[in-house]
């Protein structure tokens, strides 16, 4: 499938540093946005680390003898991986996890560091997305806004399980504490889903700078009322700005645009 992009990140109104990263690469068709988790030093190094970690696998990637490479065949086989292209995501984002993770070793050896990461695959008529943390992957489709990742977050948690209401859920005092992301253990902890596109899709990646502080509903009201995508980029952050901006905020947007041949050649 044919695409356009944007991209953008802004501190916020209230912290002092950003601690979110993103990176595109276009040829790749990768999509990756990160928040260094809040109440862990060296926030911003662990999402520096894993954007970084992606950016030079893939550079790399192309110059590195087949038989040699990566082993994306064989992870591709544990893993169940239905492409070449999911293997080398795959394992682009362990080696990233296992960067952050000894990253924390040495800035935090009691606590660690840790990111989330909401990271996308674009291959034929497939979106592939592996995520972990409360970063979040949105579809909008024929006008409808949906979310792809389930947040792994405790307030999630409660709300499954039904321990909170909804309404509940706007009070409550534990929304950033985070259940898993990557840096925390040695071993990657990160879910996959796999959705058709279509064109006139548009999938939204962010991080909760955005989404704590704005409404789906808005989100998709804006999304729905802007045709221009550095526009509609630029309006969402506005939108967390203007309703506090307590955290980083970035915005990923990718529109389908049409068909594209579906060789795999990442």
């Known amino acids: 499938m044919k695409f356009e992009y944007c991209a953008t990140t802004d501190r916020g109104l209230v912290r002092e540093k950003n601690e979110d990263n993103l990176v595109v690469l276009p040829e790749a068709r990768i999509f990756v946005v990160a928040d260094g988790m809040g109440g862990h030093v060296g926030g911003e190094v662990a999402s520096f680390t894993t954007v970084d970690t992606i950016r030079k696998y893939y550079e790399t990637l192309d110059s590195l003898e087949e038989d040699k490479s990566t082993g994306a065949e064989s992870v591709k086989e544990a893993l169940g991986l239905r492409t070449k ?62 979310q792809i990742t389930e947040d792994h977050s405790l307030l999630n948690k409660y709300l499954k399980e039904k321990k909170i209401s909804a309404k509940e859920a706007e009070y409550f005092p534990y929304k950033n504490v985070i259940l898993q992301a990557l840096g925390l253990t040695p071993n990657c902890q990160a879910e996959v889903r796999r959705v058709r596109v279509q064109p006139g899709d548009l999938y939204l990646f962010c991080t909760d700078g955005l ?56």
């Open 85 to 146: 292209g999911e293997a080398h995501l795959f394992e682009a984002i362990e080696q990233a996890n296992m960067a952050v993770y000894e990253e924390g070793l040495l800035l935090d050896p009691v606590h660690g560091v840790g990111t989330t990461i909401a990271a996308g695959y674009l291959h034929g008529s497939t979106m592939f997305i592996l995520y972990s943390g409360d970063s979040r992957v949105y579809r909008l489709r024929q006008g409808r806004l949906k």
């Open 211 to 266: 989404t704590d502080m704005v409404h789906d509903r808005d989100i998709q009201d804006a999304l729905n009322n802007i045709n221009d995508i550095n526009e509609q980029c630029s309006t969402l952050v506005d939108m967390a700005l203007a309703a506090g901006g307590m955290d980083n905020i970035t915005v990923l947007i990718v529109r389908i645009l049409g068909d594209l041949d579906d060789t795999d050649n990442h």
